[in-house]
């Protein structure tokens, strides 16, 4: 379907079922630059379009337009998002690994209707690196493995997720 996606590609099944579902597009017909950065408002919009939610009303977000802004809208009516102020939701910025963690999670615990837990502490290599607000979603995220380090055993939470990794984590989201 995308020509920068070979069969062989880590994340193509991740990436071919998703787009097939029309949950996720590439950034034109035939690519889909699976290295790129998926922002802040993309990732939302991939939750919002999984769990096929609507918005109700408006939000109090003044940066937030367009196509964006009725999935954003739909994931902060049901808790899932909030802004990074009370006005601003910053729907271009680069999402980062710990912050595609929260949302993921806040996500599930929608879907399921259950509060989770983290169970035990994780061993990742850069522990330390991670947030104190979003370590216990980047541990459940781990549990579920939704999420996985690299081969170093690092999470890398402040690297900006990618594509591909957004691909992956929404294809394991809609199938739990």
Do not use: C
């Not at 998926?38 to 918005?55: P, W």
């Not at 595609?100 to 509060?115: H, P, V």
């Amino acid at each position: 379907m995308f020509k920068d996606v070979s069969a062989d590609y880590w994340a193509y099944e991740y990436i071919q079922d998703l787009a097939g579902k029309g949950i996720i597009s590439g950034v034109s017909e035939e690519m889909f630059d699976p290295k790129g950065s998926v922002t802040r408002g993309q990732f939302i919009a991939l939750i919002s379009r999984s769990l096929n939610l609507k918005a109700a009303k408006s939000i109090p977000f003044t940066d937030v337009e367009g196509g964006l802004a009725t999935d954003i809208a739909a994931a902060y009516e049901s808790g899932i998002v909030s802004g990074t102020s009370a006005t601003t939701f910053e729907p271009n910025k680069k999402i980062t690994r710990e912050e595609m963690a929260a949302m993921l999670i806040r996500a599930y615990e929608f879907k399921t209707g259950t509060a989770l837990q983290a169970g035990k502490e994780i061993n990742y290599q850069d522990k330390h690196k991670i947030s104190p607000v979003f370590k216990e979603y980047v541990q459940i995220a781990a549990e579920l493995e939704f999420m996985i380090g690299d081969k170093l055993n690092r999470f890398n939470p402040k690297n900006n997720a990618t594509r591909a990794e957004a691909a992956r984590v929404i294809y394991l989201f809609h199938k739990k």
